[in-house]
């Protein structure tokens, strides 16, 4: 049986189809009758070519899937992927949005210092933690409902709805710095639901526009924001000097809703919006790589922002300012920044499953072995400058890891609820990390340059990222045991 090839309109659709016989067809229509194409069997009694099943298996040029077949015919379809063109100008709005919110979650540790410093000086710090932990998990927690939004709605309108309410998160976070509840709501709450609105769209969209650079085009999107948690580091502190916590948060606010709205004009789909997409799709967990990743991803979350939130608190421990523990939060973001761009390429060239492991193993040997011993400014540096780089790696890596398992059709579906998998991660580990340090005396039983009370806080740290390291080298052997393959 053959299956028939018709000229209509220009643009070329791929979809698969799973029949009796597990075998994939390819529909091919919507030519126009302009156009000329070469043609395997010619039947002389019509205008029509036929094409022969063996031939209509070849796949599409995306990135292979490399497990289990979909769970309903014609969910997920995509047309021919152009590896670039306007994607483009979906890299740009996308380094643009990831700039202003990584300022907020990348440099909490600043804006918590501030708060101890002033409004909020008799609040416990692992409570001021739970506050940027809370606004992450919220994002996380929100993943699976941003993706039907953006399945709904699509990407445009969901990414410009998700940033004006972490705008107006941040506004309202200006009335409430006294005000340990309200700072919850406005922060935690309502920006974090916000940003995450817009994050799953720069995470879901690249994959329509790219497939051998998608590398390469979710790393400029994330270098967006290392290079926005570096720039905000220094600009928070300056403002925290000049006009307070207040107006720091609702600046803050402003200039979220100035930047980031034009840039998410831009983030348009390529195509259509698939409402009918399944809204979870528990059968993905059949597939070892996908469960074991997802498995790294959750338990790795629980050591991220445990550096940037404490290394501020850390500083002031040895003796040095709040300006050096801000510079030493934008040294961690500024590395941050170069590990968001050099991941994606790495993934295209060794693999993005190599290039995880990688990223996680350097996370845990930095937090194990360097910042342990760190009590000087120059161990310090060091250790910020490497976490830096694994932590920003961890968030261009894993959208690649997932797309390469399951394709540009399931990806969105597959990296929400990855993401979803973030939320106890993101919720307890920086607070967790608070309430060890909290058991061990806190910063007044330190004293000057005694940093013993933070070792365990910090094993703790390193302990989650080296489990999260052997989750992702058991994906890397089930794919392949060869050390040199690319995965």
């Not at 979870?280 to 991803?297: E, H, I, R």
């Not at 930095?366 to 920003?392: D, E, K």
């Not at 797309?403 to 967790?432: C, D, E, K, N, Q």
Request: proline fraction near 5%; hydrophobic fraction near 50%; charge should be positive.
């Amino acid at each position: 049986m053959s299956t028939t090839t018709q000229l209509q309109q220009p643009e070329l659709e791929l979809c698969y189809f799973s029949n009796s016989n597990n075998t994939s067809r390819m529909q091919i229509s919507d030519f126009s009758s302009s156009c000329a194409i070469s043609t395997m069997e010619l039947n002389h009694s019509s205008n029509r070519h036929s094409v022969s099943d063996e031939e209509t298996q070849t796949p599409p040029r995306s990135p292979t899937p490399t497990s289990i077949a979909p769970s309903a015919p014609g969910a997920f379809s995509t047309t021919a992927i152009p590896d670039g063109g306007y994607g483009w100008a979906v890299v740009i709005a996308g380094f643009t949005v990831t700039f202003c919110f990584n300022g907020l979650i990348n440099c909490w540790g600043v804006l918590q210092t501030a708060l101890l410093n002033s409004t909020l000086s008799h609040v416990p710090t692992a409570t001021l933690a739970f506050i940027g932990s809370l606004n992450i998990c919220c994002g996380a927690a929100f993943g699976i409902f941003a993706t039907k939004l953006g399945q709904r709605f699509g990407s445009r309108i969901t990414a410009m709805s998700g940033i004006t309410t972490m705008g107006l998160g941040l506004i309202a976070a200006g009335s409430c710095t006294s005000n340990v509840a309200g700072l919850f709501g406005t922060i935690g709450v309502v920006a974090g639901v916000g940003m995450n609105m817009a994050y799953t769209i720069t995470n879901q969209l690249p994959v329509q526009y790219f497939s051998g650079k998608l590398g390469l085009a979710n790393g400029l999107i994330k270098l967006g924001g290392g290079v926005g948690g570096t720039v905000m580091a220094i600009a928070l502190e300056a403002l925290v000097q000049h006009v307070g916590i207040a107006w720091t948060f609702r600046v803050q606010g402003l200039l979220t809703i100035g930047m980031e709205l034009p840039a998410a004009w831009f983030m348009k789909d390529r195509i259509a919006p698939v409402r009918k997409a399944p809204f979870v799709d528990l059968s993905m967990f059949k597939s070892v790589p996908f469960t074991a990743m997802f498995a790294a991803g959750a338990i790795g979350t629980f050591a991220l922002f445990v550096a940037p939130y404490y290394l501020p608190l850390f500083a002031q421990t040895l003796g040095l300012s709040s300006s050096t523990g801000a510079g030493l939060v934008a040294a961690f973001n500024a590395c941050n920044a170069v590990g968001r761009f050099a991941g994606g390429p790495l993934c295209d060239k060794i693999g993005p499953i190599n290039t995880f492991v990688i990223t996680m193993v350097l996370n845990a040997v930095s937090m194990l072995a360097i910042w342990p011993v760190s009590s000087t400014l120059g161990p310090l540096l060091v250790f910020a400058v490497l976490n830096g780089v694994a932590n920003g790696a961890f968030f261009t890596v894993f959208p690649t890891v997932v797309a390469s398992i399951f394709g540009p059709g399931r990806a969105a579906v597959a990296m929400s609820m990855s993401i979803t998998g973030w939320t106890l991660g993101y919720l307890l580990g920086a607070p967790v990390a608070g309430y060890i340090l909290q058991a061990m005396g806190g910063q007044e039983k330190a004293g000057a340059g005694n940093i013993d009370v933070y070792r365990p806080a910090i094993f703790y740290a390193g302990g989650v990222a080296l489990v999260s390291s052997c989750f992702a080298l058991w994906a890397r052997l089930n794919l392949a045991k060869k050390v040199a393959k690319r995965v």
